[in-house]
């Protein structure tokens, strides 16, 4: 619809200048008449184009899952890390949908690895939540034991333990990334910058 209007503006301004044309005889006046309407429906035109700009710019944008470089000693560790960072991923896009259904994987992942009872409690907590504050309150002690197993656990490369101060009114919370780029799953889109790099697990 937008460019069927900008379309007709260019096109009755165009009109009313030939129109001027074909009007005039001796009377200079009426060539500045048409020009000054067809000036001011291009501008029109002009003001149309920038509302379509700003309709284009709040579409949501989705931030990818970083790519898993580091190489792993144990395949069952490292799917158990994978499987934790595309849940990550999903925090990132704050979208509990996604959030549940990956938390359902890592659950697999962790069964495989023999993680504590109490850690599988709180994964499932994530999978059978919809509210994505209350599943990002679970991810803490998932974090943490996810940690504990890559200790030692890398061949080569390197994951970072982030840390956001902001996290949970100022307490603060870690988790684990492929990358150095701060990528926040405890706010998304409302922070998705605060953060550091705490440590480098190699």
Do not use: H
Request: with cysteine; charged share 25%; glycine share 4%.
């Amino acid at each position: 619809m937008r460019i069927l209007k900008i379309s007709v503006l260019i096109a009755l301004a165009l009109t009313l200048s030939f129109c001027g044309n074909d009007k005039k005889t001796n009377d200079p006046s009426s060539d500045a008449i048409s020009e000054t309407k067809a000036d001011e429906l291009i501008n029109l035109e002009n003001e149309d184009l920038e509302l379509i700009e700003i309709d284009g710019s709040e579409v949501d944008e989705t931030y990818p899952e970083p790519a898993v470089t580091a190489k792993f000693k144990n395949d069952k560790i490292a799917s158990v890390y994978k499987e934790y960072s595309k849940l990550q991923n999903a925090f990132v896009n704050s979208d509990p949908k996604i959030a549940a259904k990956q938390a359902s994987t890592l659950m697999k992942a962790m069964e495989a690895v023999g993680v504590d009872a109490s850690i599988i409690a709180n994964v499932n907590e994530i999978y059978n939540s919809n509210d994505i504050e209350l599943q990002r309150e679970q991810f803490v002690p998932v974090t943490k034991e996810v940690e504990k197993l890559l200790a030692n656990a890398l061949d080569s490369g390197a994951i970072y333990k982030m840390y956001c101060p902001m996290a949970f009114n100022n307490t603060g919370a870690y988790w684990l990334s492929s990358d150095k780029q701060v990528q926040n799953p405890y706010f998304g889109d409302k922070m998705m910058r605060c953060g550091r790099v705490d440590n480098a697990i190699e």
